[in-house]
């Protein structure tokens, strides 16, 4: 857990031409297994260079994520 959290509070030290969000569902277990939607977001810089900026879940409901509800980072 200690690595992902400093993974997550990394300075982002490049600057992207190229922003890609998206957004898969895929089957998570927590308690139960149920679908979640996993968003990502990708960078790519002038040269071509490709970084997995970071990447969240939202539980079950994917537009709540978008209206103010705290998602959950990975």
């Known amino acids: 857990m200690e690595k992902s ?3 997550r509070e990394r300075p982002i030290r490049r600057w ?3 922003l ?3 957004g898969v569902f895929l089957k998570i277990r927590r308690d139960t297994v149920a679908s979640e939607v996993v968003y ?3 960078g790519i810089d002038g040269e071509g260079y490709r ?3 970071g990447f969240w879940t939202s ?3 994917a537009e ?3 209206r103010g509800r705290k998602s959950s980072p990975l």
Do not use: N, T
């Open 16 to 18: 992207y031409l190229i």
């Open 59 to 61: 539980g079950s409901d």
């Open 51 to 53: 970084e997995v900026l």
């Open 40 to 42: 990502l977001a990708l």
């Open 5 to 7: 959290r400093e993974w």
């Open 20 to 22: 890609f969000l998206d």
């Open 64 to 66: 709540s994520a978008f």
